[in-house]
């Protein structure tokens, strides 16, 4: 992103880690809109003179779904109080029993959303919007069961390309990222393996399950990938937050990953909640001109928290611990 300022604050002098928390968080507060029982794993991107985002809003019954929301600063956002309401875009079929966990990212003309869609099960929903007022939906991508379906911000090889973690229709106990892609946005296929998990004596926080995480972002080195890591300790799942690099023209290619997480669930926001010790990547600002990156993730499956890292000093903590 060009000429426009992201949310930023310096690292801390005491601090030797490569992304650091924002002193402030969380950011986003369960109860930020009447309804919400929490707000967390959302997507955020720069929308005219500001930032746009959908988020996902949990209400008091628990029913899951999206919401569009603005912000001058990318800090403190408006949300609306009424959830997304999709017209038919490329489908009349826009059966949806839940929404959650979108990702958002512009493409030649429009910002495409991608989201867990319950329909017979858990998949990818898509849609797109060219304002952030209306909102058109497609059709899904994938059979059930899929989640954390991650569109890449630009056509591969004259292609659309997306990743997705295939599952099933509980709370995952394994999962591993593929990439797909489509003519269209409409059928998918060449689908191909991506990364697996982790084996446990290399890197136990990954050994569960991984996901995409944020919009990839294209650098010198190919596409710089934050994704989540699982693993399954004795007091549940623990979500942690990798890097990794993916060739450029053919991203089903891991040219680095790192070994150690870069982050991982420390603060009580993270350790506390509806789901406790959960940090969960969903949406990043980047200026490649100021080397600054602002990821947005949720915690503990109940508030959006804020980090901030050096690009460069990401890309060579990744490349530097590979595995």
């Not at 929308?47 to 603005?70: L, P, S, T």
């Not at 912000?71 to 109080?81: K, L, P, T, V």
């Not at 069961?145 to 229709?169: E, T």
């Amino acid at each position: 992103m060009k000429n426009k300022l992201i949310p930023w604050q310096e690292k801390p002098e005491n601090s030797k880690e490569v992304l650091w928390r924002y002193s402030e968080n969380p950011i986003i507060d369960r109860y930020a809109i009447p309804t919400s029982n929490s707000i967390f794993n959302s997507a955020v991107v720069p929308f005219k003179d500001g930032y746009a985002g959908v988020f996902r809003c949990d209400n008091k019954a628990v029913q899951m779904n999206i919401f569009a929301g603005f912000s001058e600063n990318g800090i403190d956002w408006d949300i609306e109080h009424q959830p997304i309401s999709f017209a038919p875009g490329n489908t009349q079929m826009i059966d949806s029993d839940y929404k959650y966990d979108p990702r958002v990212t512009f493409i030649e003309d429009r910002y495409w959303i991608t989201w867990c869609n319950g329909y017979h099960g858990p998949t990818i929903g898509i849609g797109y919007t060219f304002d952030f007022k209306e909102f058109y939906q497609c059709e899904n991508a994938f059979l059930p069961f899929n989640r954390n379906g991650v569109l890449f911000p630009k056509k591969i090889n004259g292609k659309y390309a997306m990743l997705s973690r295939p599952s099933d229709n509980g709370h995952t106990p394994f999962g591993d990222i593929y990439i797909s892609y489509s003519p269209d946005m409409k059928y998918w296929g060449e689908h191909r393996c991506v990364m697996k998990v982790a084996p446990f004596e290399k890197s136990a926080w990954q050994c569960t399950k991984i996901g995409a995480g944020p919009v990839p972002i294209l650098t010198n080195e190919g596409w710089l990938l934050f994704y989540h890591g699982v693993i399954a300790t004795c007091n549940g799942f623990r979500y942690s937050i990798g890097a990794a690099l993916l060739d450029e023209n053919e991203p089903e290619k891991v040219k680095f990953r790192s070994q150690p997480y870069l982050m991982a669930p420390a603060e009580i926001y993270e350790l506390t909640g509806d789901v406790p010790n959960v940090i969960f990547p969903c949406a990043s600002l980047h200026s490649m001109e100021e080397d600054k990156l602002a990821l947005y993730y949720g915690a503990a499956d109940t508030v959006t928290g804020l980090a901030f890292g050096k690009i460069s000093e990401i890309i060579a903590f990744t490349k530097k611990n590979s595995f």
